[in-house]
């Protein structure tokens, strides 16, 4: 054991984090709702459920289906409207102290831009992250899986922003390095990968697909090896931080990812099989950096492909 | 709300597939209120993933012992019913909504209380039956209990020894009546003097009761399953119709949910 207690902070494009155990966009609500189980602050930052501009109902149940090792949802991004958070859930969470970042869900390049404006003006967000890869919404991921069109979004933010800005990546794509690319080109400062995976399961009894919306995303530890997979290449094509998620369960997982090229990790699922997953990976990356001697986390960051 | 890791102490199979587990908790068993639940983590594995929402039977809080009904219905559930005694078990609870007692949510009426359990359905409505017993003043209980046959009529002496007068209707006449659960309520609601009509069962039976306490004009309140995540209200996973458009939470708002709340025909239709 080193004497001195290893630095787990990072840095993702301009916002500090003390450590690199994000809660993920969806799983998460808006943070309070496990304030009562532990010390939310304790956290890297919490990415807060997709914002979309205006209340939405979401899909009709069932939303969430079991599958191997995973799960797949499809909540159709139900929503009380940007305004509802910014006056009723931001306050809420800015009393924890943790960083705020605010995924964004939009239909069309304005409504991206008009949400990125708000959360700027809002002043509690600490960075946004672009979701263009939510796969149940309709025309969710078409953003996500063209390059010109994640450019086009990604441009339009950052003229509407100062706040550090991360884009979320679709795994659904033949070559997800081409639109972190295009989204870094556009002035994406950090990157997220991956959401989930397009997927669907069939209830042979009634004959009839099991969700509601008939697909939704696959999540959980099925997912875990695209997932690195993915961060390992994103990492080998791009110069801004990763921020590394899906499938993660244990330090063990987010160290993977962490080796990988991740900068921070993102917990998702986890936290319903374990609601409190992520202070214990935070609590296991910094025993694993004390047991390694590393004097800081960021000396991991893809350590693997050397 | 707490998570804890809690030794189990008993795991009696009483009926097939129906297993009643007594665990040994700090917090949750003098925490809980009837009609909630404890999301309980499937035992050494990821497959299957999520947790299972069991409704609380019985909390006894001098010892911090909380009783569970596990009914059999895939292999989360056969894994949880398979724990031996001695064996711990992950616990996050208690979670959801009570059901509101007489004197609170309105319910200041004169009158007796309706219990209606359908099958495994029993589970919160003995905790409630038993909540209710040591109320002052003491509120009149009649309990109505169905299923489909006599080995289906699960925990029945804990519901009975809790209500002052019992019910019992099963689908093929093993014991009690013949019929449907809903049968007997009609002639208990037609009796008059109920004041409120608790109800806990599969969701066909609980449209109806909702629609016959609607006709009456006595207030209901049904426990709800879905689909569950997070089980504290954050990924929006197990959201049911409400009435008049929308959705609301069986974990958060729910279980408990005043009858008119919900648009049954929907939730009814989905679990067709």
């Known amino acids: 054991m080193s004497s001195s207690s290893p630095d787990l902070s990072v840095s993702i494009g301009g916002l500090k984090l003390k450590n690199p155990v994000m809660a993920a966009s969806g799983t998460f609500g808006y943070g309070v709702e496990y304030a009562e189980l532990f010390d939310i602050g304790a956290l890297g930052a919490i990415v807060i459920k997709a914002v979309t501009l205006r209340p939405r109902e979401g899909n009709r149940p069932p939303r969430v289906v079991e599958t191997p090792a995973g799960m797949l949802n499809a909540i159709g991004r139900q929503h009380p409207g940007a305004d509802a958070v910014i006056a009723e859930k931001l306050p809420e969470l800015a009393k924890h102290d943790v960083p705020i970042i605010v995924n964004l869900s939009g239909e069309a390049i304005d409504e991206y831009v008009e949400l990125a404006e708000k959360f700027t003006e809002c002043g509690l967000a600490d960075a946004l992250e672009l979701n263009v890869s939510c796969p149940n919404v309709k025309h969710g991921m078409v953003f996500g899986t063209c390059p010109e069109l994640t450019g086009e979004l990604v441009r339009a933010v950052r003229r509407a922003t100062d706040l550090p800005l991360i884009t979320k990546l679709s795994p659904n794509v033949t070559d997800i390095t081409e639109i972190a690319v295009s989204a870094v080109e556009a002035g994406s400062d950090a990157l997220s990968a991956i959401n989930t995976l397009l997927g669907m399961s069939i209830d042979v009894q009634r004959r009839r697909p099991l969700l509601g919306n008939v697909t939704g995303g696959l999540s959980g530890p099925a997912i875990k090896p695209v997932a690195l997979r993915c961060v390992w290449q994103v990492y080998e094509a791009v110069e801004v931080p990763v921020i590394g998620m899906g499938g993660i369960m244990d330090t063990s997982d987010a160290l993977e990812f962490i080796m990988a090229g991740a900068s921070a990790v993102g917990v998702g699922t986890a936290h319903f099989v374990n609601p409190t997953v992520s202070v214990e990976i935070v609590e296991g990356l910094q025993r694993y950096c004390g047991e390694h001697g590393l004097a800081s986390i960021s000396d991991l960051i893809g350590v693997a492909h050397s | ?272």
């Open chain 2, 1 to 272: 709300m707490v998570s804890e890791e809690c030794r189990l102490l008993t795991n009696e199979p009483i009926a097939p597939d129906h297993h009643v587990m007594t665990l040994a908790t700090s917090q949750i068993a003098k925490l809980a209120r009837p009609g909630q639940f404890v999301h309980l983590r499937i035992p050494g594995t990821y497959d299957p993933l999520l947790r299972r929402p069991i409704s609380v039977m019985l909390a006894e809080r001098a010892h911090g012992h909380l009783q569970l009904v596990v009914r059999v219905a895939g292999r989360g559930t056969e894994i949880i019913a398979k724990t031996a005694a001695g064996s711990l078990l992950e616990l996050l609870g208690p979670l959801g909504t009570p059901f509101p007692l007489p004197g609170e949510g309105g319910l200041t009426g004169e009158g007796d209380v309706l219990l209606v359990a359908g099958g495994v359905g029993v589970a919160p409505l003995v905790f409630l039956a038993d909540a209710l017993r040591e109320f002052d003043p003491p509120a009149y209980v009649r309990g109505l209990f169905g299923a489909a046959n006599e080995d289906m009529l699960v925990c029945w002496t804990e519901f009975a020894a809790r209500c002052d007068e019992f019910y019992v209707t099963t689908e093929d006449g093993s014991a009690g009546e013949q019929g449907l659960i809903t049968e007997a309520l009609a002639g208990q609601l037609e009796r008059g003097q109920a004041r409120v009509v608790y109800a806990c069962g599969p969701v066909g039976m609980m449209a109806q009761v909702a629609g016959m306490c609607r006709e009456v004009h006595v207030p209901c309140y049904c426990s709800l399953e879905q689909r569950m995540g997070c089980g504290v209200g954050a990924c929006l996973s197990c959201a049911v119709q409400a009435a008049g458009g929308g959705y609301v939470r069986v974990c958060k708002d729910g279980p408990i949910f005043a009858a008119e709340r919900l648009d049954w025909e929907a939730i009814a239709g989905e679990q067709q």
